[in-house]
Nanobody, 126 residues
Framework: QVQLVESGGGLVQAGGSLRLSCAVS????????MGWFRQAPGKERECVAA???????YYTDSVKGRFTISRDNAKNTVFLQMNSLKPEDTAVYYC????????????????????WGQGTQVTVSS
């Protein structure tokens, strides 16, 4: 059974940093494109970053220059390094895997992803 297990969320002050991790099991990790999504109360889930099987990255405009997505295929893990955090970044963050290729036209679509983690809370205080 495919499982995605997230860790690294927490409470930080504005300007601080967090590193989220998502460990994948039950599937050959290298076949996954991976994405990080977030959902704040009252808002729709949005994609903040994605990385293709070959390492091409995508970011939503609000996090460009602050967040970095990366993957370590040897560890079956995808990471989201979040720097210069803002209160607006407060949300539950989810990792997701996609078996098909991601592209600029598909990476941000929730429905494009096949498997999801349980989410981890990120709270940024002002």
């Amino acid at each position: 059974q495919v499982q995605l297990v997230e860790s690294g969320g927490g409470l930080v002050q504005a300007g601080g940093s967090l590193r989220l991790s998502c460990a994948v099991s039950g599937r050959t990790f290298s076949t996954y494109a991976m994405g990080w999504f977030r959902q704040a109360p009252g808002k729709e889930r949005e994609c903040v970053a994605a990385i293709s099987r070959s390492g091409i990255t995508y970011y939503t405009d609000s996090v460009k220059g602050r967040f970095t997505i990366s993957r370590d295929n040897a560890k079956n893990t995808v990471f989201l390094q979040m720097n210069s955090l803002k209160p607006e970044d407060t949300a539950v963050y989810y990792c997701a895997g996609r078996l098909a290729a991601v592209s600029s036209s598909t990476y941000s679509y929730t429905r494009s992803y096949d498997d999801w983690g349980q989410g981890t809370q990120v709270t940024v205080s002002s």
